[in-house]
């Protein structure tokens, strides 16, 4: 699997990495290392207006953060080298979403593992663009890391210890959960590692139609046709993990239905598939996955068909 | 949380998040406002209907079939809509189904029975063909399609285009026919009052139906709350409330039609509203999602749809003298009684 980790030296790009280290990746996986220098950002007008002190000082400021960056990703990948990841490092300069998504295409990326802050609406609009728009462009399966809690301290975490991993997928028989599915069955996961298959089905909750729905039998017949699918789509996991169980759920609202799943399994990470839907559907509907990985305050891996993108 | 136009306007949890938590007094308190709200709504509603009617010159009844129509049936429409949206298009044919027949049994029943309902034989002969014919439509393209398909009988997309088509060519036909009929009819009523302005007129009709819908809206989880907290089985409170909230709008405006003296409103809104469950809610539901139709839909829904509406048609006709009878509206009302207490002993799954 190629790995392709961005990082801009925040505390949760390291807070990514700690998680990187630590997953259980397929054995054969190589990391590249990548950061994105953008210039100080600056007119024509206003570069035409400096004085020569002014442009040298410019170009010794833009200097100083290549050589920045290249330290970083240099500390980076000395961190992966000494937890035995093969790997490279990469700096590039330009936009931060446009270049992570041109490094990706080059090395023919499997995964982009990104760090995230919390929820918060406000840093989010300053700071969280980059890993939302990554997430929406990207052409390969995604992995924005979070951390649980905004006041949990960063703790220095033993390198090459695989913990035990508390894992919830989203499940809804389509193609891409299938392959999600067959992501997660093919991690070389810790034996007392649990992993739960959530699926959601939608209720219409206005003037109470969910009463009508629950003594509906054509969907008391689709909830059972349901549970059956999620039944054999787990018996491919059971080899893996002996801890796994199903869980199927109703909701007016798929997706904050799978939040509140991972909330209550406690997952540390929330695989999911990614259907690229239409414009004006997304529109109406909005991405579940898109919302999914935005508001959990768990790890979530977005699984794409690179494939099927192509 | 949301970010899509869809769910938000959908979201119902903070609704009923809030509802949940109150108590049973305060629900009960909540209802009375509802109701309130509701009988409110209708009479603004019937008030700038009859306004309109004696300012523009239209019937009464076109006003009641056409914008009356559409304001109560939304919540139909909604819920059918993001039912089929959703994926459980199951839902969707049931309420369009299952609400022409609440409409015209029950509460067209009760109003022929509650009061002298002037039939306006210009106007019914037109539309009231129209309500029989979309029906008569939907249950022989049902049964076509039952026949030459095997396996699961379903309405396809593209006979939700079609309805949708047909519903645009029905806005257009009435509007033509409203401004001729404008030209033969001579008014409702003698002036009588002083009439207001137009514009007040039309915030009287528009408001009155936001109270309608945003009340029903209301109304219909707080009862379920209620009827939940008290150990009522939820197949009961399913067929009951639930199954007619959607349908408490048209119930509202005809109450308060009545009240009001002006029952030909009803008329227009029961006929309207028959005509756009077919085209606006199954058609609309069907784009979104082709709806399956359940097998008692054949034998037991479409039947019952097929007679009261008949019936209907039938007493149009016969009425010469200009009014629908009482025994007519006992008629109505008794197929539907019939209709709901089969579907209780034969255990039928409901329609609506």
Known sequence: MKILFATDGSEYASNAMDF???????????????????????QQVELDALNEEQSEALKNANEQLHEEAKELVELESRRLRADNWAGETMVRYGKPVNEILRAAEDIDADLIVMGSHGTSMVKRFLLGSVSDRVFEYAPCSVLIVKKRDEDEPLTAIEPGTNAAYRIMLAFDNSDISHEALRMCSSLPLEANSTIKVVSVMPLITAYRQDIRQHVNSIWLQKKKIMQAKLDNAVASLQW??????????????????????????????????????????????????????????????????????? | MNNSVLSWIGDETLLQGLLAGQTTIILLVIIVVCIAMLSLGADWMIDGVVDLAERTGLPKIVIGATVVSLGTTLPEAFVSVMAAYMGNPGLALGNGVGSIIADTGLIFGLTCILAAVPVNRFILNRTGWVQVGTATMLVLISVGILLTTEGEPQLERWVGYLFLCLLILYMYITYTWAKQGTDVLPEDDPLEHELMSISKSWILVFGGLLLV?????????????????FGVPEDVIAATMVAFGTSLPELMTAIAAIRKGHPEITVGNIVGADVLNVLFVIGAAAVASPLVIPMNFFYFHFPAMLIILYSFRVFISMNKDGVFHRWQGFWLLGVYLCYVILQYTLNIESAH
């Open chain 2, 213 to 229: 819908v945003i009340g029903a809206r209301i109304l219909v989880p707080s009862a379920s709350e209620i009827a939940l907290r």
């Open chain 1, 20 to 42: 990187m280290l630590r997953f259980p990746f397929p054995h054969v996986s190589t990391i590249t290392v990548l950061t994105v220098v953008d210039d100080i950002p600056m």
């Open chain 1, 240 to 310: 893996a993990v002996s801890d796994v169980t199903t869980e199927l759920r109703e909701g007016e609202n798929v997706s904050d239905e799978v939040l509140r799943a991972a909330e209550e399994n406690e997952s540390d990470l929330t695989m999911i598939g990614c259907k690229d839907k239409g414009i004006i559907r997304r529109l109406l509907l909005g991405s579940i996955t898109h919302r999914i990985t935005r508001y959990a305050r768990c790890s979530v891996w977005a699984v794409r068909d690179k494939n099927a993108i192509d």
